[in-house]
């Protein structure tokens, strides 16, 4: 990409505080941003390849949205802790094996895309996450839902096409969970705990491709209350 279109895209960054560039082959985060680091809000570089996130990312204190889907990055620099006004970070699409411990740090997230990429276990540490609405987990390489979900505040839970076998009945404590979806996944009808039926508070709980059908879920103790959340919710936007 030549020098005089990344400069007029910098110029108009400059006034706006939004930076897109977006499949252009990028092989680094483009160095010349860190002139801006006073006034961006927006940043989105996805469709590039680009390997790693440069240390001074740390300096773009008013981002607000930070998107780098399809991408080649491996991981994710402890100094992104440093962005208190970040709300939206989406990571989709790239070789991602583990978030830093920092990332609880980042009080202000509302949205956390980590679609496609290679994580193993749901990230620990995620829990001072006060505001998240969103965590997408989806396409990735997790095998079970452990214990320590139920201290996310997240409103919605997207663990579609991942190989879990195993949710934790502690997911049910999960304070605000609306919407748990794990689609596609490798769950027999005895690994549903039935506490995510009677005792949470899930309206939306996505089951289809498991290893069961879906109809037989109308014979567990509680699929009842379930439903009644469920038509609730259903009513209120209808």
Not at 74 to 94: D, H, Q, R, Y
Not at 206 to 222: M, P
Request: with cysteine; aromatic share 4%; glycine share 6%.
């Amino acid at each position: 990409m030549g020098n005089s279109a990344l400069k007029s895209h910098l110029e108009t960054s400059q006034k706006t505080g939004v930076f897109q560039l977006t499949g252009k082959g990028l092989l680094e985060f483009p160095e010349e941003l860190q002139r801006l680091t006073s006034n961006l809000r927006t940043v989105d570089l996805s469709g590039n390849k680009i390997e790693q996130l440069p240390v001074s990312i740390g300096n773009f204190l008013q981002l607000k949205s930070l998107t780098l889907n399809c991408n080649r990055l491996t991981t994710v620099p402890s100094e992104i802790a440093k962005l208190k006004k970040l709300e939206t970070l989406s990571l989709n699409g790239n070789r991602i094996q583990q978030l830093p411990p920092t990332m609880g740090q980042l009080r202000a997230l509302r949205s956390l895309s980590l679609a496609g990429n290679q994580i193993s276990e749901v990230p620990s540490g995620l829990a001072t996450l006060r505001h998240l609405d969103l965590l997408d987990l989806s396409r990735n390489q997790i095998h079970n839902v452990p214990a320590e979900v139920s201290e996310l505040q997240a409103i919605e839970i997207n663990l579609n096409q991942n190989q879990i076998s195993m949710v934790s009945p502690e997911v049910s404590l999960c304070p605000r969970l609306k919407v748990l979806r794990l689609e596609e996944n490798c769950l027999e009808l005895s690994s549903i705990p039935l506490s995510i039926l009677t005792d949470s508070q899930v309206s939306l709980f996505s089951l289809e491709g498991n290893l069961f059908e879906v109809r037989n879920l109308r014979d567990l103790a509680g699929y009842d209350k379930y439903m009644e959340r469920f038509t609730a919710t259903k009513k209120k936007f209808t």
